[in-house]
């Protein structure tokens, strides 16, 4: 607001001024967290003189990304198809009905950094479109094909492949790096999803290979810069293949499915590391991305103070951690975390990235101390220096509430809180979820894609409508919260959900999901006449494969054949196509899981300790395709029954009224009960194995 340039949002209004004073429109889509968005903003936007020249020459559009999605990636696919890259900041040149035919990422103020400047590119560009505007018109043609070709997937459907999980697997062992976890080489992003397949497979087949990816590269991951080694929590990504330095700006969505992954490794491998990190985790996202108050999860946390930062925040130099440390502290905290005169950051380089480089056992050799000394050290130190960093001038926390993070917030909450036994946690969970379904869904507007606005005045002039994303991520978040408490509105509210989902995004024709939904809520402007169906996960689970999870999910309880039918023709309708995705298509194989197999669910009531003690052995290890509900006898245990349960499991009131028992129910079909830890877990055993090979679920199409 403060910037010279007249933005405009995107609106119908800003092309209807395009249009009427013969202009270009300069789009620029970028994002709060966003380190480069923050140096064009101050080099160019905030120049005087580029701002004179886009004012008289174009009509000026800013869009946060992390709002608009759908606007953000047609333009993401026309960028790529210009330039060959894409990211953010996008800046894209568009003719007054909103056809892109020109664009790139950051562009300096001036020729630097072998691109061009961008004083240069907006006198070129206007010109063109002033003089050459056949030429203008004609490569924006182009562009849209390339856009409509984008993840349309038209012509690539098949049937399910049956090994196509053991592909994906393969191919993640063959990108793995060995040596420092992670997949391929410099920059690293995590990859939740493929982690959370390979631990299915591990937990299903003993896979060795497949559990050394896993483990390895949580472990690494734990170890580096990624990982905020005093305050908890992950950052986006690593610059560097031994995740030591980091973008460091924090995503809610990245830490939610990272907490996933640790507590699943937890339920595989019952490592206390993974349970730690997880609750690590849980203290950040407490500390910095919670609405304690309302309830509701944050979007995220920015990398930097001002354009000079460079994650500033987060690091050290010797200097800094001497001044609050013992020289004792000092010594154990600088073996330990790698600090000394020379760091890691290029442009100050006495700061460095916290990392684990010395174990304390290996310190306390060094230090001629035992190891609970060196631990007593090293807990002070993180203390201290936490401390002295909250004192520092803190990053933005963009407190915006999406409904399909929050959503995916909720869910990794739930999990964590299911197995950790985190009373808080689960409570905290439920709230925000209470607060997304009374204010972000109505039935008759179907769900908002933003809750909150960290701005509170945006609210009142913005209203984004829901996305596939946050219906799929919100019917899965209702269903986990129904297993947690099981309470049965939060089953309704999933198939109420889930219904406006199918009514709204379906393609009824070739299968699959559109990621708007058919009847817009802002029209069809621009590039967002061209229709998609994700697939591909980047980063957060694809809205395809997750709607079928979804609802091959609700499936399970609801034996409504319409769930699973859909959720079939929308994995069919990528079958020929999906397993060139590798790891980037690992939701769909997540997705190709729950469809082959028969959902199982461990039905335990009780309210005493042998109770408890079925449900905690009920969870482990961790399977897709199993899910673990607790029901008190004093309870209605009836009401409570979703439609399947309902018809399948025995009558459980009368025969717990004088022992806790477990059901274990697969395929709509229910075994006797048991009342023993060893009983309940060859019951699970033998589930397991039956359906290992079993062929997908059929089911009587009426």
Known sequence: MHQPVEWHEWSAAAFDKAQRENKPVLLDVGAVWCHWCHVMDRESYENPEIAKLINENYVAVKVDRDERPDVDSRYQAAVQAISGQGGWPLTAFLTADGRPFFGGTYFPPDDHYGRPGFKRVLQTLASAYREKRGEVVESAEHVMTAIDHAESFAGRSGDIPSGLVETMVKSAIQSFDAQHGGFGSAPKFPHPSIL?????????????????????????MAQGG?????????????????????????????????LKNYVHAYQLTNNELYAHVARD?????????????????????DADIDLHDDGDYFTWSLAEAREVLSPQELEAAALHYDIGEVGEMHHRPEKNVLHIRATPEQIATRMKLNEGEVETLLSSARKKMLAARLRRPTPYVDKT????WNA???????????????????????RSLDRSLSEGWSSENGLKHVIAYSDSSAQQHRDVGGLLDDYAFTVVACLDAYEATTDLSYYRFAAQIAARMIENFHDETAGGFFDTPRQALHGNLGALSARRKPLQDSPTPAGNPAAAIALLRLHSYSGDEKHRDIAESALEAFAGVAGHFGIFGATYGIAVNLYSRPHTQVVVVGKDDVAHTLYRAGLSPYNISKSVLCFDPDHVVDRNLPPTLARTIPNLPEISEKKSVAVVCSGFTCQPPVSSIGDLKASIARTTAETQHAAPLQVTKK
């Open 408 to 430: 995916l917030c909720i869910s990794a909450y739930l999990t964590a809180a299911t197995v950790l036994e985190l009373t808080e946690v689960e409570h905290f969970a439920l």
């Open 226 to 258: 990624v990982y905020d080694q005093l305050a908890g929590g992950f950052h986006r990504y690593s610059v560097d293949e031994r995740w030591v330095v980091p973008h460091f700006e924090k995503m809610s969505y990245d830490n939610s499915e990272l």
């Open 196 to 220: 959370d397949l390979l631990i299915d497979y591990c937990g299903r087949n003993g896979d060795k290979q497949a559990l050394n990816v896993v483990t390895t590269t949580l472990d690494r």
């Open 401 to 404: 509430v999406y409904v399909n």
């Open 281 to 301: 985790i849980i203290r950040w996202m407490d500390e910095w991305l919670s609405d304690r108050e309302r309830g509701g999860f944050y979007a995220s946390q």
